[in-house]
């Protein structure tokens, strides 16, 4: 019998991959999936690396829901959705999905969606959460939230 397969936020289980080059370890998270196959998953540090500058989640008329750096105005929505798409084809049969809460990659319904001017337009899911929600319908998605 194979283990359960979940693919959990990289930071949350302590590496040192958030843009500060910090970690948000949860040991509740660490601690109920200590039998299970753990997928470290962060779709920024690979492509972006750790420390960067801070990024958001923009919405505009023109292009939509987009990944923006906040200092260079870098559009990097395609990096983001390229690892989380990375993801999705290596491991098609995840049994559970936990990730970061209000990341503008992983959140799932606390991630600040801002206009073009930086206001607050509401918190939704992240780009990646959104990606992982849509490929994996069946799975339990979550974030470290339930585990508090």
Not at 75 to 82: F, S, Y
Not at 91 to 106: G, R
Request: net charge negative.
């Amino acid at each position: 019998m194979r283990k359960k397969k979940v693919a959990i936020s990289a930071c949350l289980l302590g590496e040192l991959c958030r843009y500060d080059g910090t970690t948000k370890k949860v040991n509740a998270v660490v601690e109920a999936f200590k039998d299970a196959e753990i997928i470290p998953f962060c779709p920024e540090a690979p492509d972006l690396g750790t420390p960067r500058e801070r990024i958001s989640v923009i919405w505009s008329k023109e292009a939509g829901h987009r990944i923006i750096a906040d200092e260079s105005g870098r559009d990097v929505t395609a990096l983001i959705k390229g690892q989380t798409q990375r993801l999705i084809d290596k491991h098609p049969d995840l049994d559970q999905i936990v990730l970061k809460s209000k990341s503008p990659s992983c959140g799932l319904g606390t991630t600040p969606h801002l206009d073009e001017t930086d206001k607050l337009l509401c918190y939704d899911n992240g780009i990646a959460a959104e990606m992982l929600l849509t490929a994996f319908p069946e799975v339990d998605i979550s974030d470290e939230l339930m585990f508090e």
